[in-house]
């Protein structure tokens, strides 16, 4: 019910933009300029590949409920699918700066990599969307005793007490931080603390002290027994 209600606004948003926007194409056709029109299909494309990425969201949070289905875990590298989700950052944000800081260790372990490639491209389009500054975004692999730590850190406004807390206890954001400031980040952070639970690991947010918000998981390096 709090995933439907969190869900209803962040889409409802986007298609109320499209269509006023192909409304307004259609109805002044002959009378809008080329860059106008350039400019308002392009607002249509943008909330297009947003409303995608969502119900990708959607699908996989979906099935990682269902335990019916198991997870499809092979072993991978790590570095290869931070990578990966960092070109397909890029590309869907060319303005953005991230930058990629590899682990001198070699993080190798079991994973299902189309879902930690999404994790991290939520986390990273999170960075780029609300932080407020897209120049300063850095994803840190590193290894940490028996985990393979993944971190995002931005030099932007920060997160605030109630996102932090909705954020460690699992809960979606506070309905009064819904909006297009916010939008999609409840439903992406969801996604990501889902499918790292799945696979055994732990998700946290805090604020860097000079400034910034830090969002890190872990997955562990080995198969735990019990799995």
Known sequence: ANLLRAVSHDLRTPLTSIYGACSTVIENYDSLGREQKLKLLGEVCEDAQWLNRMVENLLSITRIQDASVPL???EEMLEEVAGD???????????????LDLSEDILFLPMEPMLIKQVIVNLLENAVRHSGDTQHIQLHLFRQEEWAVVEVRDHGIGLSPDIMQAVQSGRPLPRDLSGDSTRG?????SVCQSIIKAHGGFF???NDPEGGAVFRFGL???EKAYE
Not at 85 to 99: E, G, K, S
Not at 185 to 189: A, D, E, F, K, Q
């Open 72 to 74: 499809k875990k092979r």
């Open 85 to 99: 989700a960092v070109l397909t950052t890029r590309r869907r944000f060319p303005d953005a700066n991230v930058q």
């Open 185 to 189: 980040m409840g439903i992406g952070l």
């Open 204 to 206: 946290a947010a805090g």
């Open 220 to 222: 562990p390096m080995e």
